[in-house]
Structure formats: structure tokens, C-alpha cells
């Protein structure tokens, strides 16, 4: 590492001295000893035996020769993680005593357990080996103990300026009062460092600010609100080791001021440090968000597409260093998965809705295609194999998820209701595209419509809420406490349908006023080409002016939003309710969790501010249900929630329910979320099931074939129907014989449209022609999902088998690769490519051979359980796939071609060549039917060589097909005798 001396980053002149500080309490002397952790052992044996019968999780397996203290919860790690075993863990004891001493002590006084000390020893490890590290720990595992543990031993290793990140100035706190209790097991205790509070020297703000540099060393505390505003001065201390708490906060933010401020200390850090780790149970929604992540070491900032290239398959280590053959990956990659894959980034609506600007818009949406759940857990494990990552979770048995429908119809006013609303969102879109085109010079991107999405996903919301109250009724009726979860507090105007004004005396909803402000009124024409580009201004169209006055009128006429938290105090009482909004103090915010958890509220309502950081689970043995009452956009919120109500300590597990209304245009909304789920479980936990939504699953609309059951289904509808669309893709703009341009209905969209494109025109359909419609598109899904089109979308999740481990065998590959041949419990044998796959994934695709189409064969993941416990995980491959793949990697191996063994390998897929007569090319293969075929024998040709004496009546002419084939399988070893197996390298697999 080298020395921080060197570092280019100056000391900034004027810190106070050493005795501007208190001296530090360094006594951790006790009159009596801590008292160590106890462990319920029938409890902890009653849940791994839960977690061993789980698809989708197991036990962690600790790595540590010393077992002192289990966690208090069952820590779990995915079975499709847990097929990739880490790198051996070499440091197996801390240096730090104040460390080694909170290992093992009770969690009531700061101890640690024996899965956070083995992720701290993981991470020290990884600074020993030069790079920094990934904790995805879920919530509850203990992810704060961790980085004490690590401050603790950075301070013993004579680390002298620390830096931590974390969220907000509470958790700020919280850190502290943490990092004491685990070094003195109270949380006012000593500590031997100087805490630092960045926030509290406002004169450090700016370039050329200063911050405190004590003689002694000292822990430099920021929050992801004050980063920027404090990362000069923190720069300028040197800092040597970093731990970032709630990492989240800055993916996918790399050209804000947030995401500069991040950038720019990993520039000042990286060249003398390593000691950096990240800590976060949701790093990336997909793996292109992992990109902020630059204290890993596997790319260097900015060259992070060109380590993509190479993980998804589409570049090898000697192309890192050419960025045009980087780019030209990336894009081959889109063209291949894009028949497969889920993904999710930030969709080009969302990002309007929330007022983000374009920088920060992924560039597709979650229905389009990055990379499929199957290959982002691929990735994920080999980050663990390196050890650069590790991901775990409590074991969360007992925790139900499901839907609540609510049908809109049979709520009195639901349906006509929402077609007035959705009659005026359709003309405000078709106005805001008509008068758009008639301005050259300001093209509108679309705000328009994200604004009416959000009223429409609100209005959807409140026409359900009494429904989700009848739900929460019954909950408490049964004796338990509920946990409504909402989006946004909004409403139009409260003080309205309370004081019994007319409908017409209250305001436009804020969204559908600002959708309105945004059609175009002015009139401007481009003139000149050449550069000498000029416009023309018209003046004020007027019909565009008339057209904002008409909608503005019949937004006001429609029936306000009604303000939800009045809506649910008034239902249930003010008293019993404890609402946790940003309406609320922090302060006041805290009393009602409490006053919740001690049982004196019946109800807790949460929207955004209290979905992260607070705990509302059964403490007082009255069960939860949360009613998830609104989506979330983000998928990392969306889990936050959801862990609210379930967390270490807990006496019983919760009931989760997500209201849905049986409305088709609000599968956007679901289908989003659902899509994200799975990708935010695939590349934060390696599973895409782990985030335990699986009821979820009903809303996927993602990939090829649900895009292409869209058009045919628009296809098929009728024009009455057609007539709704408001989107440019089902549009185009025609001229009639008097001049006027209108918009008028295609026949089929255009080739780029995509589904969030569908599902946003059909949230503006009439509830019943939208129902219709989606229909219509289940119609045509169901058409084009035939045997090889399920077979693709099986190849978008991670396979799960049970079965034998029949034998594992090294390629001489580096990093290494092991090929596991496995028999599944239907018999087949197939292989398992375990290891680092994708940086070898060009070299194993060509030696697998094209797909029968002449494309690349799709790559298909497996998470194997054998009989005896071990779990394998990798990429699948066919016996005869296997066999070539060794070849590829110089392993000559000859073949056993006794018959028997010809045989079998016929019966895993190999294809086998024969001693053909001449240079004929003859290779046996088995079909389907259980006939073993001679490919590449003809007839007409080789009629004499296949009817000589001992082969006569073994070999039969099939005209359907035009094929020669055994007349049984008890004829091949006289087969065999006379053209006998080639034991040589082994010829590409044939199209079958």
C-alpha cells in the first residue's frame, strides 16, 4: 500500500492542535465482566430444519475454526450463493482486543456473533489481498456490528484517520452509540478515537474547508446529505480506511453533485488505500448500477462498461484495454438477451415523475432487457468467489406474501369515476402531442404523460383505500396489529369534501395542472439548413390556448383526492392511529413507533419517511399484517418496507398483503415493481426468488415474447377500441384534404415500442376496454408459448435440481473452473460449470457450438442440491457439451468406446463419431423417439457398407425423414465392432 505521504491530496493549514481536544477515555476496565451471549439451541435447531427443506435458502456455513456465540436468528445465505464456495478465510482471530473481547458477548452489550466477526475477518482478508469489499447483509443480520468490528482493528493496525458514510444524521448517531457499545458494551462508553461529526464544522464546507486533525487518531462521520458539501475537507485529512454505511445512496447517481462528491474521495483515497469496504442490502437493482463501486478493484472509474463486456460473455481480458471493442460487446450482448431477460433500471417515467433529470435515466426501463436474473446471480457468485462480496439473510420462515384484488366494479362509482378521469388524461395527452409538433424549437420529453401516469397510479390508489380499510378491520378484529403502507400523502384539496364544497370550487390536481401548463401554445417554425438555422415565431395558437382553458375545467369538475392520512385517522380515530409521514417530526415520529410497539396504536401508517430505519414488528406477541395500500417505484424501497415488519426479535412472523386492483392499466405499476424484485434479489442476494415476493410473479410482463404477444394483440384490436391510444408509437400523423394534420391509429406499433409504452396508453382506456385488452394480449402470450419459447423463459431464472454428485473435475483454467458432473433425479447426467464462468465464457461458448438457428446457444444456470448436502451452482451443460469444453482447455482425455459406454453417452446427448468407411463422416446420435440415427449415411450410397454380413437386419431406413437408424439398441455393439467409436477430438454438436 502506498504511503499516505505521497498521496497528491494536500493537508489543509490551520486544523486546531492536539489540544483543542479532550483527552480520550481509554478506560475499558469493568468492575465486573461482561456477560457472554446465550443461545436458544432448540430454537435454532427448529429453524435450520425450516431452512433445509427451503428452495431457495440454507444455513450460512461459517469458515471460522472457533464458534463462540450463533447469531440470535438463523443467518441464511441463498442456495444459489451458497453452490459457489469463498476463498479460504485466512485471518481466523482479531488483533484488536477490544474486538476479540465484543466476539461473543451478549448482543445486549454490543457482542458480536460468529457470523459478523467471520464477515469482518472476510474483509479484512480482502484488504490484505488489495481490494475492498462488498457486505450485502440483509436487514437484522447486523451489518452496524460489522464495521465496528472493522474500526476496532483498522485502530489496532495503526490506522489513524477512518472515514464512515452512512445514510442521515441519525444514523450518524446511531453509528456512534454503536461503535461504543461494541467497544465497551454501552453505548456512552469509551472508544479509542475521536469521533468527528462532520456536519458540525460548517466553516469545512467547500473547497478549501478545514476539519479537525486531532494528535491522536479519529473517526471522520458524514452523511450521504453532507458528503458533498464536506468531501474537500475530508480529502484533505487522508483519510486510510472507509466503510460505507447505506452504500445505496450514491448508485446510479454518478453525475450529481452526491455522485461527484463519491468519485472524488475514491480519487483521493485509491491511490494509498485499499481499505475500503461497502455496506448495503441492496447495492443495484441490476448489475450496471454496481458501477459506483469503484474501492472493489475491478475496474477502474469510468471503465466500468469494459468489465460488463467481459462478465456478460461478450469480451475477454485482452479487450478490457480497447474501448471500441468494450462498446461493441455491450451492444452485441443487448441484441442476444434480448429475446431473455429481465432488467430494471429507472424507466424514462419514473424519472420525469420524480423530477429527475435525464443524466440519471438508465437507458431502458424494467421491461426491456440488460441481463437475465439466471446471469446476474452468475456474476454475483464469482464476486463471492473472489472475495469481494458476501450476501446473507435471516431465516424469514413463517412470513406469508399475497395479493388482495380488489375488483373496481363492484365498488359503487369506482368505474365511472375513473373513465371521467382516464377521458380527460386521454385528451390532455393527445392536445400536448398535437400543439407539441406545431413548436420546432422546444420539443417536450414526454413530462406530460409521467404527470397523468402519477394522478392515474394516486386515483387508482385512493379508489382502493377503503377496501384496504375493511382488510385492516379485519386484521385487528383477529387480534392483530396493522401497518398500512403508503406512497404519497398527498391529496388534492382536504379542507374540501370535508367542508362540503361543490366539486367545482376546489383546485386542478397539482399534476394534471402541471400535464396541462406543458401543451405547447406558441407557434414556431424552423427555417434555413446548412447551420444557418433560423426560427419563425407565429404568436399563440389559439385553439391550444383553448384547449389548456377546456381541460382545466373538466380536471376541476373531477372528484379531489382525498387526503390518506385523514382518510385512515378518521376511519379508525386519531388515537389509534400512529403516523409515520414526513408531516411528522423525527422526534414525535419516534414516540409513535413506540407508543405502536408497546401496543397502544392499533395502526401505524407509513409512507416514504418510514420505510427505512424504523422497526414496527411483533414485540409484544401481537402478530403483523402490513397492507402494502400503493407501489413503490423503487425496488430497494419496496424490500425496505417490507422489512419493517420483520426483524430480529421478533415473536411471531408477518403477514404481508399487496392491494391490487383488477384494473389492467395498473399492471404497469405491479409488472414494474414485480420485474425489479427479481433483479434487485438476483444481484443482491444471488437468488432471484430471495426477496421472498414470489406471489409477485403474476404481474411479470417482461421480455421478447410479452412484447410480441403486445403487438399481435393491438393487432387484433378493434378500431373502436384502437381509437384510445394516445401514444406516438400507436400513432401516426396523417394530412387530410383540407391540410389539417390528425393522429390516427396503426394497424401494428412500431418495432421500437415497448411494454411500459402499452401499459401507460392502456392506464388511459375506459376500465372495461382496458380490461378487454389485456385480455387480448394473455391470448396471444398464451399462442406463442410453445415448447422452446418456455423452454427460453426458463433460461431467464436460475434453475433448481436435486440429485447425485457423480464426480468433479478441474480445467486447467485461471481463474479456475470446475466441471461437476451431476444425475438429476430423473436419471439425465449433465455437468455444471462451477467457478468463474464469464471470464472464460467466450472460449466455453465456442467450444459448445451454435444453437440450431446458427446464433450463440442460450446459457442456462442450475442450482443443483445433491443427496448428501452439497450444493453446486454454475452454468448447465450437456455431457457432449462438457466433453468439448475440456477439449477447449487441452484436456485430451481419450474416450471409453466399448459399447456400453458409447451408450450411455448417446443417452446424455453426446453425439458420437464412427469409423466410417473412406472419408465418409458418420456420427451416431439418438433421437427423441429412442432411435439411434447415422447422420450422415445416405441410402443410395452406402446401401452395401450397412448391409454387409453381420449387420444385416441391424440397420433400417426410416423415408419420413429421410434417415438410416439401428433397428434396436442391442445392435449397436455389432455396430460398433465393425465401424468402431473415434476417440479423437470431438465434432460439434449437429442441429437436431
Known sequence: MADPADSPVEIAEGLPSASAYPTLNLDFSSSEPLPRAETDWERDAAERGEAATSPVFTPFSLSITERRAPHPRLVVETRSMAGMPPPPLVRQRFESPLADDAWGRSGLFGGASDEQAELALRILDGWD?????LCADD??????????????????QGERRI???????????????????????????????????VGAYREAKGEGGVLPLPDGPAVYLAHAYNLADFQPAIAAVRPTVWLADEAHEFANIADSKRGMAWTALHEAMLPCTSKLAYFTATPAVTLDQLSYLYGLRLWRIGAFDSWIARKTGKSTADQDENPGAAEEAVTAHVAEAAALGDAAGVDADQAAASGKRRFMVRRNDAFTIRTTPAEAEQVMRELKGSGHYLSRDLWRGGVSFEVEWIDLPEIPGAMERYDRAAAVCRDLSLAARQF???NARVKTAGLDRAMIQGYLKQLLFDLRLDSVLARADRAIAAGRQVVISIHSVAGDDEGTAALGRDAQDHAVNRRLESAINRINIREIRKQGDDGETSYVDLGDIPEALLAREELRLRARALPPLRDPVHVIEQHFGASRVAAITGRIPARLRALRMGEFQAGGRDVALISRAGKVGLSLHDVNRRPRTMLVADYEWSADLFKQELGRVDRTGQFTSPEIVLAASVAAGERKFAATIAARMASLGATCKGSA????????????????????AMKNAVERMDDEARRYFTGSQFLERQKTSDGAWIWTPKRRPDEGTQMRHFLLDLLMFPLAVANRTLALWEEE??????????????????????????????LPASPPIVLVDVENEDGEVRAIARGFVTEHMVRIQGARGPDTDGGPRTRRYLQFTAEDGRLVSGLDLSASEAHRVRWAFGVHERRDTSPRAVLEDLRVGEKIDVRSPGRLQWTLHLRRDGRIE???????????????????????YEPLGNFLYLASHEHLEGFLEIYPAVDGEPALEAAA
Do not use: W
Open 129 to 133: 489481498a488489495g481490494h475492498g469489499c
Open 139 to 156: 436487514v437484522g443480520v447486523g451489518k452496524s456490528r460489522e464495521i465496528a468490528l472493522l474500526v476496532l482493528e483498522a485502530l489496532e
Open 163 to 197: 472515514v464512515v458514510t452512512t445514510k442521515n444524521e441519525n444514523n450518524v448517531r446511531d453509528l456512534e452509540h454503536e461503535f461504543r457499545r461494541v467497544a465497551s458494551g454501552h453505548q456512552h462508553g469509551p472508544f479509542p478515537a475521536q469521533f468527528i461529526e
Open 436 to 438: 407539441g409538433a406545431m
Open 689 to 708: 426468488e430471495s426477496t421472498g415476493t414470489d406471489a409477485l410473479d403474476q404481474f411479470d410482463m417482461s421480455g421478447g415474447i410479452a412484447l410480441e
Open 781 to 810: 402470450r398464451e399462442k406463442l408459448l410453445t415448447a422452446d419459447t418456455i423452454d427460453a423463459l426458463a433460461a431467464r431464472r436460475t434453475g433448481r435440481v436435486r440429485g447425485t454428485v457423480l464426480r468433479e473435475r478441474a
Open 934 to 956: 447415422i447422420r450422415g449415411a445416405k441410402i443410395s450410397r452406402d446401401r452395401d457398407a450397412l448391409m454387409r454380413p453381420g449387420l444385416y437386419g441391424a440397420v433400417r
